[in-house]
């Protein structure tokens, strides 16, 4: 079976190592086009193109794969699958149609909940228990495809999104090399998607990530942890200086009461929340490194938060 493999980031990468390893005909990998990357800002090919290369599995990175010559050109691979993990792009219904036996997506939610771009973050920050990874096959529709199969994944207490990321990464990537056999064979199963309990995982936006200690204690801590690794929930707080930029990457649920805001205990990082109170585990100051909370403390007295 001849796969063409779209995929960019990290994520990606997991599943096309695992089909590399697994002795499937992966033809050629399609991925975002090379951007500034790093300190240095260098223009550095994505993850996946990096390790296609590697392989020496061909690789294109088009702007837009709505572009015509981009669409003769993947028409032109001959793929009997096409499968999508995370490509950053949206396929219109040539490049979907193209491959013999269709194109297949591994979305890291349990569809219908949290279609769209950010189902890892979306799950955690809203306090979900449960998540995981669906195999579905791509329609125009936003992942409304009919569904293949699934993975489930517990959500634990001390989950960044990063973390869970990298679990899913791998679920789904066995989950996907085990569903690309029964394709070929005709004997995959696909199950419409449930008209009930959809929800949309949007871009996170900037406004998001400033942390609201007027909130329960349980949605900061979910806020945190959702925001982990990038772009990072932050509070501003008084510096010797004057005010400091901190991330909060890592929480967990505190007792204590409190104002808003007011710092409970200085060394260990406990701050009061509407309800309750978060210790922060993680933290980083702007131009910084991360760093746990024994080590930030002996750096800066967390004192007043702004």
Known sequence: ?????????????????????????????????????????????????????????????????????????????????????????????????????????????????????????????????????????????????????????????????????????????ELMARTLPLIEAGTATETPQASEGVTYAKKIRASETKIRWRRPAAEVDCQIRGLSPAPGAWFMAKGERGPVRIKALLSRLEEGEGAPGEVLDPDGLVVACGQGAVRLLTVQREGRGAQDAADFARGFRLEQIL
């Open 1 to 173: 079976m001849r796969i063409a493999f779209l995929g960019t980031p990290d994520f990606a990468v997991v599943s096309l190592s695992a089909l590399i390893q697994g002795g499937f005909d992966v033809a050629c990998a399609i991925s975002q086009p090379p951007a500034p990357r790093g300190r240095g800002r260098k223009l550095s090919p994505s993850p996946v193109q990096a390790h296609a290369e590697a392989h020496g599995i061909p690789v294109r990175t088009p702007v837009s794969m709505r572009d015509p010559g981009e669409i003769d050109a993947f028409r032109a691979i001959g793929a009997d699958v096409a499968v999508v993990v995370a490509f950053g792009q949206i396929l219109p219904r040539e490049v979907i149609e193209a491959p013999r036996l269709g194109t297949f997506n591994l979305h890291a939610s349990l569809l219908p909940r949290w279609r769209g771009a950010a189902p890892i973050q979306r799950a955690i920050m809203a306090g979900d228990k449960v998540t995981g990874v669906t195999v579905m096959r791509l329609t125009e529709g936003l992942d409304e495809g009919p569904v293949l199969a699934e993975a489930r994944l517990r959500i634990d207490a001390l989950d960044t999104a990063g973390a869970l990321a990298a679990r899913l990464a791998v679920a789904g990537a």
